[in-house]
């Protein structure tokens, strides 16, 4: 089992940036793919951006060029910073991850951190 655990929501202005960081722990060597999803009040939980063991990624189009997915050295720790945040991006943001044998870039989804707010807001 992989154990994730977030960091870096918050609030921040219209236009303003944050990086939020995911940590995975246990079962480590499973891991092909990991994730941000995020959930709006109201909505689904939607994918975000993810990134393979590769260093592949895949970002959903209305983040397209505003996020950035990366990993530290490996992907036990991995990163999404945000840039020109707006209101629409307030969520809970969720690390995720799969193992190897899963889909991509839409990944059966193994494990899930408690998850992180964003809220966008003047």
């Known amino acids: 089992q992989v154990h994730l655990v977030e960091s870096g929501g918050g609030l921040v202005q219209p236009g303003g940036s944050l990086r939020l960081s995911c940590v995975a722990s246990?079962?480590?060597?499973?891991?092909?793919?990991m994730g941000w999803y995020r959930q709006a009040p109201g909505k689904q939980r939607e994918l975000v951006a993810s990134?393979?063991?590769?260093?592949?990624?895949f970002y959903d189009d209305a983040v397209q060029d505003r996020f950035t997915i990366f990993t530290g050295e490996t992907i036990v720790t991995v990163y999404l910073q945000m840039m020109s945040l707006k209101p629409e991006d307030t969520a809970v943001y969720y690390c995720?991850?799969?193992?190897?044998?899963?889909?991509?870039?839409?990944?059966?989804?193994?494990?899930w951190g408690e998850g992180t707010p964003v809220t966008v807001s003047s």
């Open positions: 995720s991850s799969g193992r190897f044998g899963t889909t991509w870039p839409v990944y059966g989804v193994d494990s």
């Open positions: 246990g079962s480590i060597d499973s891991i092909f793919v």
């Open positions: 990134i393979t063991v590769d260093g592949d990624t």
